[in-house]
């Protein structure tokens, strides 16, 4: 059993991959159970060789047209198309998955990358897009809003003190120069809810197997970007005081499993930096836990806004460092028992 692929159950409509629509959790909570009956699917707890999927920030604000920062690449399907294939792979592969942990990129409106947080001389916020460097902050183009010291308890020299510092550090790590968003993955807000497809994926897999998705809650710092949910951009302050956390305890969890799939949005951004950080933990432990990992290519997309900004080469490259360093580019199109070092 554990060397075949499971149908797609007659629930899952592809066409809807791209829509918001409301779950019917009673009735995929049977259905699920019936499918484990019928396909003799075991709980994950028995699972022998263990496979995690890592699944970032699958939320309506990066994959569904129209949303706030809609991740289409080139294609202009890009995001669609990834989850559609990714929710085909968990159907599919039912049986083998033991745990799926989705991230969720989770933002208020006074943050460093929201244009609030910016201000001219005139008054004037940046436009969404608006990369802000170093030199920006040195010349005076752009100063700390310092209306925001109210909501963050601070005072206005902090405020601008912390933005030099904060996009010093950017540069001094080669990380891309402090980018102003749309206001995207809003708590509480529609664009931060899981794609429903994809979310309907996950519960038919945790009813069906037993197991409890493992959610994931990073970008909810006010002073600091955070890509990965491995670790924010930037850890400390101009004084030294903690902006946020690393998340060692994900970190420890990610490698007990045999096997660590990564997938999501953006494969530019919030993909590529939690690949990096992971990539950064194992080669400070143990170089050979870097064979574990299986990078979905067919199922992440990098940030293309048409005649502003394309990130598709610099995602594409980082993608052959992962590779080179030892870990797995593959396809979700690809039954996941022919993958290299699988064992099932």
């Keep these: 059993m554990l060397r075949k692929e499971l149908p797609l159950p007659s629930h899952y409509q592809p066409k809807k991959v791209g829509e918001v629509w409301k779950i019917p959790y ?45 991740v289409g690449g080139r294609s202009g399907t890009g995001a ?38 910016l201000i001219n001389d005139k008054g004037e916020h940046p436009a969404p897009f608006t990369l802000i460097s170093v030199e920006d902050i040195q010349n005076g183009a752009w100063k700390f809003n310092e209306a925001l010291c109210y ?20 540069k001094e790590g080669g990380k891309y ?22 979310e309907e994926a996950i519960f038919f897999h945790g009813v069906a197997r037993y197991s409890q998705p493992d959610f994931h809650v ?16 930037v850890l400390e302050g101009p004084g030294g005081e903690q902006l946020a956390r690393k998340s060692e305890k994900f970190f420890n969890k990610l490698v007990q499993y045999d096997a660590v799939i990564i997938a999501g949005q953006a494969k530019s951004h919030c993909v590529a930096w939690t690949i990096d950080d992971l ?13 574990k990992v299986y990078l979905m290519e067919d199922c992440t997309s990098p940030v293309v806004i048409p005649g ?37």
């Design 80 to 117: 669609v198309d990834d989850n559609r294939r990714m929710c085909e792979f968990i159907y599919r592969h039912l049986h083998l998955i033991t745990e799926i942990c989705p991230t969720m990129d989770t933002h208020q409106i006074m943050q460093i990358f929201h244009e609030l947080y």
């Design 177 to 198: 120069d402090l980018t102003i968003w749309p206001y995207h993955a809003m708590l509480g807000g529609i664009g931060h809810a899981l794609v429903s497809s994809f």
């Design 26 to 70: 009673q009735d995929r909570s049977k259905d699920a159970q019936e499918w484990a009956g019928k396909y003799q699917i075991k709980p994950a707890s028995n699972d022998i060789f263990r496979i995690c999927l890592v699944a970032v920030d699958v939320q309506n604000t990066f994959c569904i047209p129209g949303f706030e920062l809609y």
């Design 218 to 233: 990073k970008g909810d710092k006010p002073f600091t970007e955070h890509y990965s949910v491995l670790g924010p951009e």
């Design 308 to 344: 502003s900004i394309d990130y598709t080469v610099q995602a594409d490259e980082a993608f052959q460092r992962f590779a080179d360093a030892g870990m797995h580019i593959v396809r979700s199109t690809d039954p996941i028992y022919r993958w290299p070092g699988i064992k099932l």
């Design 151 to 170: 909501s963050f308890n601070i005072d206005k020299d902090f405020g601008q003190k912390h933005l030099l510092h904060y996009t010093t550090k950017l």
């Design 279 to 291: 990539l950064k933990d194992i080669l400070s432990k143990d170089r050979h836990l870097v064979e």
